[in-house]
Every structure is written in C-alpha cells, then in structure tokens.
C-alpha cells in the first residue's frame, strides 16, 4: 500500500514524549519527514534517534511553543531542511493540576502560554508557507476535559476549550485556501502526563478504567492514528472539527 505521506513535511510540537512522539513516529512510517519541535534536548534528541535508525527522516529542534522567536526558528529550521511544511501537529501541552484557590496568576499563564498560545504561534508562522502551496493540514491536540471538565484542572480545561474554538474558527478561515484545521480530543491515554496525575492520586487510572466504556485506557497509538487521518489527503472535506478519541468516555 502507498504510504500516506509521502512527500510529506510534517511539524509535530511536544514530540520527545507520549503522544506526541507516536504521532512523530507514525507519519515517519508513512512517509513524512518529521520535525521534532520539543522543549526537552534530551527526549527531542532521542526520538530524531530513533526515527532515524528506523530509516526515515527526521530533525530535532528544541522549540519552546510559548516563545515566538522559537516558533520562528522552528518553521526557519524546517524549511532549510526539508524545503516546505505541509503539516502542523500542535501537541505540546502541560497540565497544573491546581484548585482555583492554589492557582496563581503565573499557573494560570503557563498553562495558557503553552497550550493555547503556543498553537496560535504555530499556526501563525507555519500557515503562510501552507498558503502558497495551497494545502495544508493543522491538527491540534485538544482534550476530553474541554468537553466535560476535569476536577482541578481550570486552566488545562479552559485553554483546552480555546483550541477546540480557534479550531472551529480558523476552519472556517482556511479551508477555502486549501487548508484544513481539525483537533483531536483524546481521553485517557497512557504517557508519562498521565502517569504523573497518576502518581499524585488516588486511583486515578483504576477510576478512568471503570469510566471508559471501552474498558481500558487509550494508547499514545490510538491518538496517531486519528492524527494520520486528519492529517492526510483522506479528511480533505473534514473542516473545523473536533474527534473525540476517548474509548466513549464524554458519551456516558
Ligand atoms: N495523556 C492524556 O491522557 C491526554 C488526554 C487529553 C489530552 N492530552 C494532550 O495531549 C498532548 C500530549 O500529552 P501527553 O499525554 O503525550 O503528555 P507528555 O507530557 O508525555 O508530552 C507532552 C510533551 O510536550 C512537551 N512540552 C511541554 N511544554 C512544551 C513547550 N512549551 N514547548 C514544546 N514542547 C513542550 C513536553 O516536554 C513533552 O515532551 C498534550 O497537549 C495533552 O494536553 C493528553
């Protein structure tokens, strides 16, 4: 079968770690060349390894998404590299896991920076090379928790509902100029995020399993496989959306 990104550029942020880096190693498997845009050196590092002994191709480039010179040294980066970017995974995000009482102004901003501003920065210094090709795909990583809430988690909810709006919004905006920008909310899914909430309380995995009408918990792999479909000519009439990939969590 013809691999589905084929002459691919695809830039996936937070890509060292969980999801993110399956998504990393997926695209690479079919086809793409994959930027590996991650604020950690050492798991950035490792997963452009790993991607290359694999045989595909792949590039490293330590990027904090809340920063806009970043940002740009990132697209800069890519383009020297591989000449184009086609695609945008905005997967890089963090959760402080705080009441509205114990959550300072500087939580609040850190949680927004990186996961609703960092996509907004991302989106904006990318989609003028996806213009002039006019094609792209954008995928964002939402979450269940935008939908439904999360006990203590404001700020990971309230910046996870912005990227379902700025997804529906720039939809709209891009999809006549051969653009499209649809988000993925997963539901609980095995990477070290959830197994630091895991650590800190009480059950939480246990809790999960029994909520998840699937009966287990998600798989960093289950999340690349609907990144790949969004993210490949297969969703070309998919515009704005957002895919809840949860094991039917949010529809009990
Ligand atoms: N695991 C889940 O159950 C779950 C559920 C819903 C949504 N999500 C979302 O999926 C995405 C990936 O999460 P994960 O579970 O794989 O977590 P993870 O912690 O394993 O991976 C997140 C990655 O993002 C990187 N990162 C953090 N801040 C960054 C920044 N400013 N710039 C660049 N990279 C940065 C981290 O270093 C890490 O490699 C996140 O946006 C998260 O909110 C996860």
């Not at 084929?6 to 830039?11: L, P, R």
């Not at 090709?133 to 954008?138: F, N, S, Y």
Request: aromatic fraction near 4%; charge should be neutral.
């Amino acid at each position: 079968m013809k691999p589905k990104l084929e002459n691919k550029t695809a830039i996936v942020t937070g890509a060292g770690s969980g999801i993110g880096r399956a998504i990393a190693r997926r695209f690479a498997e079919e086809g793409a060349c994959v930027v590996i845009a991650e604020i950690k050196s050492d798991t950035g590092k490792s997963a452009e390894e790993e991607i290359r002994k694999a045989g595909h191709k792949a590039l490293f480039v330590e990027t904090d998404v809340s920063v806009s010179k970043d940002v740009i040294n990132m697209v800069e980066k890519t383009i020297q590299e591989f000449g184009k970017v086609d695609i945008l995974v905005n997967n890089a995000g963090i959760l402080v896991k705080k009441s509205i009482l114990d959550m300072a102004e500087e939580d609040w901003d850190r949680v927004l920076d990186t996961n609703l501003k960092g996509a907004f920065l991302c989106i904006r210094h990318t989609v003028g090379h996806m213009m002039k090709q006019k094609k792209g795909k954008i995928v964002n990583i939402s979450s269940m928790g935008a939908k439904i809430g999360l006990h203590n988690d404001c700020g990971y909810c309230a910046s996870k509902g912005g990227i379902i709006s700025l997804t529906t919004s720039l939809g709209i905006d891009l999809a006549p100029l051969g653009i499209n920008v649809n988000a993925i909310g997963p539901g609980i899914i095995d990477t070290p995020m959830v197994n630091d909430v895991a650590t800190q309380g009480k059950d939480f995995i246990k809790n999960g399993i029994e909520k998840t009408p699937r009966g287990v918990i998600g798989k960093p792999d289950d999340i690349a496989a609907a990144a790949l479909f969004l993210a490949s000519d297969e969703s070309d009439f998919v515009v704005g959306q957002t895919f809840f990939v949860d094991g039917g969590f949010i529809s009990v």
